[in-house]
């Protein structure tokens, strides 16, 4: 295990994880602490997974955008809509900052993300009147969600 003070300010989510095991491995060797080993090693383990979802709910946000920008041939919410996935690209930059093992699970997550951002951003350009019903949502890179990348505008 890492040095845990250090390890906490430089990956949370990899802190709690290995914090959790401790704890789990202490109860097991019957340390004669008064303290509810498996209840606290699920509780940090839940700080970890916390930061996991705000990072997947991050990225379901810019999937979203990205779609809605790729199939609206709409002028007015275009703005709004890259001022939006460039918010959300700085936030999920903080989150990585702060736990740089989740850079690993990008792919997966992105993956997993893409047909509930593609449901998303249909049923939103279909209340604007736009075809959304079924959107197929192309396999983004990591390089396309979280850089300065944006897709040609739909022709009009």
Do not use: C
């Not at 606290?40 to 990225?59: C, P, W, Y």
């Not at 890179?141 to 505008?153: A, N, Y």
């Amino acid at each position: 295990m890492a040095g845990a003070s250090s390890l906490y300010d430089e990956d949370f989510v990899l802190w709690s994880k290995e914090q959790a095991e401790a704890l789990r491995a202490a109860a097991r060797g019957g340390s004669n602490e008064p303290l509810d080993f498996e209840n606290l090693a699920e509780e940090i383990e839940d700080l970890g997974k916390s930061t996991r979802r705000e990072l997947m709910s991050r990225l379901l946000v810019v999937l979203e955008h990205l779609l809605k920008l790729e199939h609206s041939t709409a002028t007015e919410p275009r703005a709004g809509w890259e001022e939006t996935i460039e918010r959300e690209r700085s936030n999920i930059e903080d989150l990585l900052e702060e736990s740089p093992s989740l850079r690993g699970d990008l792919p997966s997550m992105i993956d997993k993300a893409r047909s509930r951002a593609a449901r998303l951003a249909a049923r939103s350009l279909g209340s604007r009147g736009e075809a959304g019903a079924e959107l197929s949502p192309p396999p983004y890179s990591v390089e396309e969600v979280l850089g300065d990348w944006f897709r040609e505008e739909p022709e009009k």
